[in-house]
């Protein structure tokens, strides 16, 4: 059974390529796409949804309050954030709100359908000594949107040591992907996602 999906962005050509990417895969189907807050509200009313792709940034309203509207809709729905700024207030309360997931939106469409096939984005807390100050610096780094190579230039590493360090990063928080490292360091309050 396919799993519907609701996609919420103003862009009209990203959530076209959105709804193609959903639509193209074997276990999820586009349930529909709004432009603004109002829009997903009533269009959240009207059919059934497993899990929302909602950027941040729209012109009728705040992201992070239409993910609680969404939330409470629909409490079994995975809500998947994108936002150009994923450090943000806005980014934390959509969190607080009852987000999954908090991605970049300059991120991979393979990361936003990892997000929308995951039950839950991680673990329970960790405490922050499980990871080292380097591996704190790299996820940290990773919340920003960058890859292994700008985070490598960032910190005057090699591209191996930095890949090195992602890979370490991933059991210690009990995740599999980059995305799944920066939402559970985020709830673990190893990160703060708002700016610093």
């Known amino acids: 059974m396919l799993s519907p999906v609701l996609v919420v962005d103003d862009h009209q050509t990203f959530a076209d390529l959105m709804r193609l990417g959903i639509d193209s895969q074997v276990d999820l189907t586009c349930a529909g796409v709004a432009s603004g807050v109002r829009e997903a509200l009533e269009l959240a009313r009207t059919v059934r949804f497993d899990a929302a792709v909602v950027d941040l940034g729209l012109p009728d309203g705040d992201g992070a309050d239409l993910v ?32 999954y ?8 469409l393979k990361d936003v359908l990892v997000a929308l096939r995951e039950d839950r984005p991680g673990p329970a807390p960790v405490p ?24 490598a230039a960032r910190l005057h590493l090699s591209i191996y040591t ?8 991933f059991p210690k928080l009990g995740v599999h992907t980059q995305a799944g490292a920066v939402v559970a360091a985020a709830r673990a309050g190893i990160i703060v996602l708002e700016p610093r």
Request: some cysteine.
């Open 162 to 169: 930095v890949r090195d360090h992602i890979k370490a990063i």
């Open 128 to 151: 922050d000594c499980a990871l080292s100050p380097r591996e704190r610096d790299v996820v940290a780094l990773l919340a920003e949107g960058l890859d292994a190579q700008e985070i």
């Open 68 to 99: 609680a509207d969404l939330v409470r809709l629909a409490p079994h729905a995975r809500i998947i954030v994108l936002t150009a700024h994923p450090r943000s207030d806005v980014s934390r309360r959509a969190i607080e709100n009852g987000a």
């Open 101 to 108: 997931w908090v991605l970049p939106k300059r991120g991979r």
